[in-house]
T-cell receptor, first 112, second 113 residues
Framework: GQQLNQSPQSMFIQEGEDVSMNCTSSSIFNTWLWYKQDPGEGPVLLIA?????ELTSNGRLTAQFGITRKDSFLNISASIPSDVGIYFCARRPQGGSEKLVFGKGTKLTVNP | KAGVTQTPRYLIKTRGQQVTLSCSPI?????VSWYQQTPGQGLQFLFEYFSETQRNKGNFPGRFSGRQFSNSRSEMNVSTLELGDSALYLC????????????FGPGTRLTVL
């Protein structure tokens, strides 16, 4: 129940294309977080989701908290070269612990 | 507001040595968490400190330890370094109230030779 399955592992797309990635878990919980990590830097929080069914946007990014509370997806529309990086989903255990469990990441490459 | 800072950014050590890494959280944040990132295992939680007390701990050996000072700054220590300890060590700070969001520092890249 601790593991997050994130897919795909990597994506190679052309600039302007839309991107979709997702995370699933066998357990339910209250929070889904999506982070982006650039090379040599720490992860940066993109979107936080707190309620089942919640759909949240941040510019060209849209993320949804699945109704079953066991999955989430992140969409990037009209990709640009600076979208390159590794995207991680993460979840926080029930009870409000600060301990985050991360997926293995989706490495995105955008060809100009 | 200044972000989370970590020092040093890069470190090279040899097996058997020990190392201390430092993290200064965002002003006002009382919770500091540490993570280890490796290509094989990804991001793994080490421990979390809140108000100078360890509140959560991951599944790492006792060689990994930490502490937090009254100003919320935190240090982590790794003793008797092994080759497998080579990793990016990330620190994250938050308000510490459960649903508060965590903000990461740039990390310390540790290489053990």
């Amino acid at each position: 129940g601790q593991q997050l399955n994130q897919s795909p592992q990597s994506m190679f797309i052309q600039e302007g294309e839309d991107v979709s990635m997702n995370c699933t878990s066998s357990s339910i919980f209250n929070t889904w977080l999506w982070y982006k990590q650039d090379p040599g830097e720490g992860p940066v929080l993109l979107i936080a989701l707190y309620k089942a069914g919640e759909l949240t946007s941040n510019g060209r990014l849209t993320a949804q908290f699945g109704i079953t509370r066991k999955d989430s997806f992140l969409n990037i529309s009209a990709s640009i070269p600076s979208d390159v990086g590794i995207y991680f989903c993460a979840r926080r255990p029930q009870g409000g612990s600060e301990k985050l469990v991360f997926g293995k990441g989706t490495k995105l490459t955008v060809n100009p | 507001k200044a972000g989370v800072t970590q020092t040093p950014r890069y470190l090279i050590k040899t097996r058997g040595q020990q190392v201390t890494l430092s993290c200064s959280p965002i002003s006002g944040h009382r919770s500091v968490s540490w993570y280890q990132q490796t290509p094989g295992q990804g991001l793994q939680f080490l421990f979390e400190y809140f108000s100078e007390t360890q509140r959560n701990k991951g599944n790492f050996p006792g060689r990994f330890s930490g502490r937090q000072f009254s100003n919320s700054r935190s240090e982590m220590n790794v003793s008797t370094l092994e080759l497998g300890d080579s990793a990016l060590y990330l620190c994250a700070s938050s308000g510490g109230r459960g649903l508060s969001e965590q903000f990461f520092g740039p990390g310390t890249r540790l290489t053990v030779l």
